[in-house]
């Protein structure tokens, strides 16, 4: 009787040993929620937060992202990410659709660390205790969420047909680099640098590849840069809250396993978040008297983006003084230096994407190096003994390769996105036409998102007795005209 199992928990005839029904479970809910991030999650967001005239483009391009990129993943994009090594940054492409790939348990397998380089295993490779089919789907919503980031930068201008191409071209030459330097098994990975939930492989990806992409798509129409109120602040929190809740399958499902590091690194994820969320209010009131909703959202999202990169491996105090770094560095630099440095006043990055996700990622992973608990490191970490500045020892060391890690990721998004889009731009306009711009969403797909009016224009009558002749508000007159 001792040794009885009840049915309920025996594993099927369909379930091999190696099967954890736990682990899988809480993979693909984490998958799912980091999904939700995007769809609805950023696709309400990015559709309330800009001009009513561009809620529709705006959306539609964080939709048209997540279509894509599931594909290209699915096709060629995975194994360059976390298969076998083709060279120390980028692994080698293949599909991911066969059947006895996905039902086989998972693996990466360029992740074998060896101590010092040599022949002595240090860190077997990873394999968790779920299907490969698993490892995709979870993945696949990362690379996602890092385009759709990225497009914050880029909302109110840029041709979509442009950003049609560019979506597979950034995934394929841009993202899957840093995911295999760092996750796949990759030179970054084998060094030690930390980079627990994407705060290098996604947020600085998309913070400097969204600023550099800005600066060649060009800025926005001049009167939408000095007037560019959100349509739907209500639906800005319902997105921002989608997001925010979401991050606990993003940083919770990082250690492919259900298990005490997940614990803590959902919990660092949501008091980091708070503390930045509250830091950055404050500020808000201190300087401009009033609490500012959308500010608060931004304070959110740095705290999301600095925790990232560390959320297993610090100590819950460590997550309270990266909130308040978090809520008010980039706050500086969006407040402050944004307005003195003619370079980000040129750039349009309209959601400052910069500040957000740059900045705030940067940040994550230094002050990673500073905090990174050596207990917390071992659950985690290929490199054994590593552990923050802090700490002292070869604390200090960590911290450099920090840096060194955010340089690679810096300097290759700057070179591939601004190859990309000068090969676009030699095929397709990067910038939406002067007078589709004027007009927007009617001009670009045909649609409006709202039937009612508003957002400063006159109000056009044959828009509402069933005349459907096409017509806009002079720009510099206000003069109704026929197009």
Known sequence: MADYVPTAYRNSTNSPD???KGDNTWQMVSATLVGLQSVPGLVILYGSIVKKKWAINSAFMALYSFAAVWICWVTWAYHMSFGDKLLPFWGKAKPALGQSDLIAQSTLPATTHYYKGGDVVETPMVAPF????????????????????LAGALLGRMNIKAWMAFVPLWLTFSYTVGAFSLWGGGFLFHWGVIDYSGGYVIHVSSGIAGFTAAYWVGPRAQADRERFPPNNVLLVLAGAGLLWLGWTGFNGGDPYSANIDSSMAVLNTHICASTSLLTWTTLDVIFFRKPSVIGAVQGMITGLVCITP???????????VMGILSGSIPWYTMMVIHKKWSLLQKVD????VFHTHAVAGVLGGATTGLF????????FLPVTNS???IYGGVGGYQFVKQLVGASFIIGWNFVATSIICFVISLVIPLRIPDEELVIGDDAVHGEEAYALWGDGELYDTTRHSGDYNMRQVGPATGVTQDV
């Open 310 to 320: 560390g959320a297993g491996v610090v100590q819950g105090w460590a997550a309270i």
């Open 372 to 379: 990174a608990e050596p207990v917390l490191c071992n659950l």
């Open 349 to 352: 990055d309209t959601l400052g």
């Open 130 to 149: 779920y299907p490969q089919a698993t490892m995709v789907y979870f993945q696949c919503v990362f690379a996602a969420i890092t385009v759709i980031l």
């Open 387 to 389: 552990k923050g500045a």
């Open 18 to 20: 190696w099967l954890n």
